[in-house]
């Protein structure tokens, strides 16, 4: 009758357990990261390659406005732009992209700007109305976070933070003054 090993066979599980371990804490899947004032508000899952968009209200002529930006490679890459009419700040750059019309709406495609590896936002009042959108969620930002700076920025999550994360849900503190 062969001998029972128990040390090797507490060594494999103990392999085992790391294996799955680092498996899910590896941050391993893109996301965009959320924060204000060095805090962070949370992840949004977002794949490589994949659309983001930053919506608001124009604080002048009250029409919406929608960027789309691309998460490449680590960095930042607005792809588009669209809004209602021309206003303070909006238009066309000669030589960024191709303008044209779709139905009451101006679009700007191909623009390919590269922004860097963050976005800084001023969030505006409640009802400018600043949100981010993913696919999949979306998060607004005005009602508890006027008047601050929240930073987006590529970053990479573990699987455990995915299966245990939610979208983030900026609080509201009146006893904060905003930054």
Do not use: K
Request: aromatic residues 6%; negative net charge; contains cysteine.
């Amino acid at each position: 009758m062969p001998r029972r090993r128990p040390f090797r066979a507490a060594a494999v599980a103990a392999l085992v357990l790391a294996a799955v371990a680092g498996a899910l804490l590896w941050p391993a899947w893109p996301a965009l990261r959320l924060s204000t004032g060095g805090t962070e508000l949370g992840h949004l899952p977002l794949s490589e390659g994949e659309l983001f968009t930053i919506s608001y209200v124009h604080s002048i002529d009250h029409l919406p406005i929608e960027e789309n930006i691309e998460m490449r490679d680590g960095r930042l890459i607005v792809q588009s732009t669209r809004f209602r009419q021309f206003g303070a700040g909006m238009g066309h750059i000669v030589g960024e992209g191709t303008g044209r019309a779709d139905g009451e709406w101006w679009v700007i495609e191909g623009m390919d700007r590269d922004i860097g590896t963050e976005l800084a936002l001023r969030v505006g009042a409640p009802s400018v109305d600043h949100r981010v959108s993913t696919p999949d969620d979306e998060v607004g930002l005005s009602a508890c976070l006027a008047a601050r700076r929240v930073t987006i920025e590529p970053d990479r999550v573990s699987t455990l933070r995915l299966l245990l994360g939610r979208t983030p849900e900026p609080e509201c503190d009146a006893s904060v003054p905003p930054a």
